[in-house]
T-cell receptor, first 115, second 115 residues
Framework: DGGITQSPKYLFRKEGQNVTLSCEQN?????MYWYRQDPGQGLRLIYYSQIVNDFQKGDIAEGYSVSREKKESFPLTVTSAQKNPTAFYLC??????????????FGPGTRLTVL | EDKVVQSPLSLVVHEGDTVTLNCSYEVTNFRSLLWYKQEKKAPTFLFMLTSSGIEKKSGRLSSILDKKELFSILNITATQTGDSAIYLC???????????????FGKGTKLSVKP
């Protein structure tokens, strides 16, 4: 079945540690996105990538890093510089970056808790 | 398996028409249902519904939840070309350690409003 997978589903880390969240898609989509969701807020864009080896900062990129070495994969690293990393992280992909016409397909999410 | 199903997948109307978008769900430990409008890179939040039968309104948009029949509708009256977007429905469930729960998205309804 085609789709987007994220792992792990739940993640705990200690303060000061970097952690990497996985996102894989087998939909042959060019564009991929990372969002975070906090209680009472809408989705906020962290990073997005239109093509392999290229990515752009979203609205809240500070303290995060990404890579896009393969079309199918867009891992997100939450660094120790991110001051409030506890959140629900969603990965999405779309055929292209025409966001008014290309539906974004969302993964199941990763809930990160910093202890 | 938790799932959210939206219908129709796409819809074309003329300015001034009224539209109704549907969202049905099967989720264990349901907590809330959210509607988003996707026209820029990050979907923008429209409504959060937690109680059955209470309509939420914002201008020409309104939404209601039926927890017995497990569905929600989003109404848009007197549609305008600026309403053209993808409308996403998502459901949260009570889950481990989360006051917010995890988001499960539907595939979206693509609305096109013609002048």
């Amino acid at each position: 079945d085609g789709g987007i997978t994220q792992s792990p589903k739940y993640l705990f880390r200690k303060e000061g540690q970097n952690v990497t969240l996985s996102c894989e898609q087998n939909l042959n989509h060019d564009a991929m996105y990372w969002y975070r969701q906090d209680p009472g807020q809408g989705l906020r864009l962290i990073y997005y990538s239109q093509i392999v080896n290229d990515f752009q900062k979203g609205d809240i990129a500070e303290g995060y890093s990404v890579s896009r070495e393969k079309k199918e994969s867009f891992p997100l690293t939450v660094t120790s510089a991110q001051k409030n990393p506890t959140a629900f992280y969603l990965c999405a992909s779309s055929i292209g970056l025409a966001v008014s016409t290309d539906t974004q397909y969302f993964g199941p999410g990763t809930r990160l808790t910093v202890l | 398996e938790d799932k959210v199903v939206q219908s129709p997948l796409s819809l074309v109307v003329h300015e001034g028409d009224t539209v109704t978008l549907n969202c049905s769900y099967e989720v264990t430990n349901f907590r809330s249902l959210l509607w988003y409008k996707q026209e820029k890179k990050a979907p923008t939040f429209l409504f959060m519904l937690t109680s059955s039968g209470i309509e939420k309104k914002s201008g020409r948009l309104s939404s209601i939840l039926d927890k017995k029949e497990l569905f929600s509708i989003l109404n848009i009256t007197a549609t305008q070309t600026g309403d053209s977007a993808i409308y996403l429905c998502a459901v949260t469930n009570l889950n481990y350690g989360g006051s917010q729960g995890n988001l499960i998205f539907g595939k979206g309804t693509k609305l096109s409003v013609k002048p």
